[in-house]
Structures are given as C-alpha cells and as structure tokens.
C-alpha cells in the first residue's frame, strides 16, 4: 500500500487546487438563481471523471437539476462499486458570521474554510482522487459508477425517476457515499442508520393586514403569539412530541444494541463545552447519543413574522410563519408523519386564526447490515489506516435518497464518511480538516482491494 501514500503525497497540491475550483462555484440547490452555476458544477463533474480516468462521462439530464454519471468497466464479470455524490450546497446566510468568503475556499489551523468544504464536495471528491489513483496506478480491482446529483440539499425530488429510468445502467453490486461523519477524529466509525426526515412550512394568519399594536394589541389575535404557543405544545413535559400517532411505528432498538452503541466515547462535558451551552435537553430515557440517533425529534427550523428590520415598528403582524423539521427513525413513514402534523397542527389551531400546512420534502430513514462483504470490506479497510476497528453507529443526520436507492435500485449503502461533527456543516464557517480528505483518499481504494477479493 506504498503506493497509495506516494502517489497522495506526490500530488497533494493539485488535488487542493482542483477541489477549490469546485468549491469556488456557487452550487446552491434551492435558491433559482443559482441555476447557471449547477450546470457549471456538473461540468466540472464531468471534466475530473474523464481527467481520472473514466471511459465516458455525461451530464444527463433530470426534471431538475442534471445528474453526472461516469464509469469505467474493467471486466464485466468483476463487482462493481457504485459512487454516489451530491454537487450542491446548502445557502450561505447568515453572511455576516462567516469568517471568510464562503465559496473562496481558505486554509486555517489545518483546515478547509468554504460552503461545501465538507458537505458535499469535499468528501465525494475524495472518491474522484482515490480512483484516479487506482487508475493511474492501475491498482483498480473493480469496476466503478459515479452518480453525482444536484439535489441532495433540497430533497433529491428528481432523482428517484431518473434512478427508475436508468436502472440497468445503475446495476452495480453496492452503493459507496461519502456524505457522513466519523464519530471523532481519532474514533474511526462507520455509519449503519440514518434517520428519515419529514420537513414542513407552517402559516398562521390573523387579521388582513398589519395592525397598529397599540389599537388593536388585546383585542385581536398576534399571529406570532399564536404560533409561539402551538410549537410550544409540541412537547410535553419529558420532551416526548405530543401529536397523536407520532411514535405508533417506531421501532425500539433493543438493549443489547444500545449497549452497543454506549461502547462509543462520549463526554458530556466537552459536548456542552464545544456548543457553549449549560446544559442539555431531551427525550426522558435516553442518552445524547441515543436522542440523536435511534429516537425522533422535531424541531424548528427557521420562524418569523411582523417587523424584523432594524430599530422598532410597533405592529400586529398579520401573518406568521415556522419551517419545521421532524427527524424519522427506520419504520416511520416520512408522508404519514407529515399528515399527521398537519391534522394536529390544525387541529389545535384556536379559530382566531387561520393555519395552513405545506409539507416541503422527506425521505425514508435507512439501517445498513453490518455482516455483508461490502461493510466488512469498509471495515477492514479502516482499520488499515488507523489501527483499530470502527464502531458502527447510527447517525442523526438524513440522506432520504439513500432508502430510495434500496427500494427503486435494490443495492444497499455504505455510509463511509470522514466528517466531523466540528465541521460546521449547513452552518457558517463549514470546514474539513485537511488530514481527514487525505485520509480519506487513502482509506477507499483499500476498501476495493478489500471488496474485491471478499466478493470471489
């Protein structure tokens, strides 16, 4: 495996150099006038697959935003590894906090400072370098396929046809996505669950228009007076989500599997310190990690109304509105959960005003089997670079096309992921560390040898 680690260190650089040109192109999924820039993304795409060595690569297009698929088959009777990525970015905002220019990628302490740095271009630029290693090397055991979508960041509403669509020239033996996180950087994981996501809009409406607060405060209904007090209800007083029917599918993960799970370190303490915070807050009976990857939660994302704008407006605003996020464990249906918030959301609503609920996006949750070749592949293959098993663990992030992928392609995924929960991902000031993108790159192609001979 000398060769892994000269040909990383021979070309350090260029692989910075390239993966800036990426980060530097304003990918953002859900903002439409950033539409120009997907495509530039993609062809970007395009240019490092064929560059690495890719027989073809195409941007093809979808209802949405384009996908990049690549391949190179070596030998149609060898497995074959199917890489999934996403060229799309979170929005930036708020501007103001971020301490660099967000698509002007800049190294600080070690790390990669840039929107995208880690989610997702970093980390599935990392597989681009690790298989033009493998090719220019000619160490590549396996055939590989490269998806590259535009939509991961807005729900990936375009990719379940498309994957219909092109389902043989999918076919592939597993699924190899890059889009997670580690436990710590010195506490190798892999990643075996990740939650579903059912995400809603809320509107509260009161009265036609704004209203003077003074003559007409105490006889009218504040629409954000109201909307504060329906979240509220959300929960109650041990953090359980109130609405009717929320739990009824969830699957209770059994006490030997939490044991499991406890064997990866945690200190309360750092964790309270790294977030500033005094304390924590949960679901009643169960643990941080736990609450954050075998339980449900519900959230909000964003709320406002009235006057936001500097100095005072004193009015009665005549609408207001929550983006609400509810975190799905596997077995939990993402469109059921969403019309059930929408029955009881309504249904709560005093009749002072008016509610409407829009459900946004979701997705499935997914749990991967630990006993397959592919994750003992991973496995080993990690453990290679740092010496010591990974710890499976459940993540509380979501990627709802990762369940898709399952039920439409009928090919299961591994999550090998290199963030860090530092990393600051959809928040201002993003980064990867830099040892963790190499390291990467070193890790994958280990994961094709080892994939390969345990797939004879």
Same mark, same amino acid.
């Given at each position: 495996?000398?060769?892994? +680690? /000269?040909?990383?260190?021979?070309?350090?650089?260029? *692989?910075?150099? %390239?993966?800036?040109?990426? #980060?530097?192109i304003p990918s953002i999924s859900s903002i439409s006038e950033h539409k120009p820039d997907m495509?530039?993304?993609?062809?970007?795409?395009?240019?490092?697959?064929?560059?690495?060595?890719?027989?073809?690569?195409?941007?093809?297009?979808?209802?949405?935003n384009s996908v990049v698929y690549g391949e190179k088959i070596i030998d149609p009777k060898l497995p074959t590894v199917l890489v999934y990525g996403h060229y799309d970015v979170m929005p930036v905002d708020p501007i103001d906090l971020w301490k660099s220019k967000p698509?002007?990628?800049?190294?600080?302490?070690?790390?990669?400072?840039?929107?995208?740095?880690?989610?997702?271009?970093?980390?599935s630029f990392m597989h681009a370098k690790a298989f033009e290693l493998m090719v +220019? /090397?000619?160490?590549?055991?396996?055939?590989?396929? *490269?998806?590259? %979508?535009?939509?991961?960041? #807005?729900?990936?509403?375009?990719?379940?046809?498309?994957?219909?669509?092109?389902?043989d020239m999918l076919k592939a033996d597993v699924i190899l996505v890059s889009d997670t996180s580690?436990?710590?950087?010195?506490?190798?994981?892999?990643?075996?669950?990740?939650?579903?996501?059912?995400?809603?809009?809320?509107?509260?409406?009161?009265?036609?228009h704004d209203l003077h607060s003074g003559l007409f405060g105490g006889a009218v209904a504040n629409p954000a007076n109201v909307l504060a007090k329906l979240i509220a209800s959300l929960h109650d007083e041990n953090n359980r989500i109130t609405i009717p029917g929320f739990y009824d599918d969830v699957l209770e993960v059994s006490a030997e599997e939490r044991a499991d799970m406890a064997r990866a370190p945690f200190n309360l303490d750092k964790y309270k310190t790294s977030l500033d915070i005094d304390d924590i807050k949960g679901e009643q009976g169960y643990t941080t990690m736990e609450r954050t990857g075998i339980r449900p939660t519900l959230d909000v994302n964003g709320i406002w109304g009235g006057y936001i704008g500097e100095g005072a407006k004193t009015v009665l605003p005549s609408k207001a509105y929550a983006k609400i996020s509810m975190r799905l464990v596997p077995n939990q249906d993402h469109e059921k959960i969403a019309q059930l918030f929408k029955?009881?959301?309504?249904?709560?609503?005093?009749?002072?005003?008016?509610?409407?609920?829009?459900?946004?996006?979701?997705?499935?949750?997914?749990?991967?089997?630990?006993?397959?070749?592919?994750?003992?592949?991973?496995?080993?293959?990690?453990?290679?670079?740092?010496?010591?098993?990974?710890?499976?663990?459940?993540?509380?992030?979501?990627?709802?096309?990762?369940?898709?992928?399952?039920?439409v392609l009928g090919i299961k995924s591994i999550l090998l992921g290199f963030g860090l929960e530092s990393d600051a991902i959809h928040s201002p000031n993003?980064?990867?560390?830099?040892e963790q993108f190499f390291t990467g790159i070193s890790v994958i192609p280990r994961f094709y040898k080892h994939f390969a001979e345990l797939s004879k």
């Open positions: 495996m000398d060769t892994i +680690k /000269t040909y990383i260190e021979e070309n350090k650089q260029r *692989f910075l150099d %390239e993966l800036f040109g990426l #980060i530097r495509m530039k993304t993609a062809e970007y795409w395009k240019e490092t697959l064929l560059k690495a060595g890719a027989d073809k690569a195409e941007i093809m297009p979808t209802t949405g698509f002007e990628p800049e190294i600080r302490d070690g790390k990669i400072y840039a929107r995208g740095a880690d989610d997702d271009k970093g980390q +220019k /090397t000619n160490t590549l055991p396996c055939n590989v396929k *490269f998806m590259i %979508e535009g939509e991961e960041e #807005i729900g990936s509403p375009s990719l379940t046809k498309w994957c219909a669509e092109n389902k580690m436990i710590g950087k010195d506490v190798p994981s892999i990643t075996t669950g990740l939650r579903g996501l059912a995400y809603v809009e809320v509107e509260v409406t009161g009265p036609s029955k009881h959301f309504e249904s709560i609503a005093p009749k002072s005003v008016k509610v409407k609920v829009t459900p946004l996006h979701g997705g499935q949750g997914y749990v991967a089997p630990t006993n397959t070749p592919a994750y003992i592949a991973a496995s080993k293959a990690v453990e290679d670079v740092y010496g010591i098993k990974p710890i499976p663990f459940r993540s509380g992030g979501s990627i709802p096309i990762i369940s898709t992928f399952e039920q993003e980064s990867f560390p830099l």
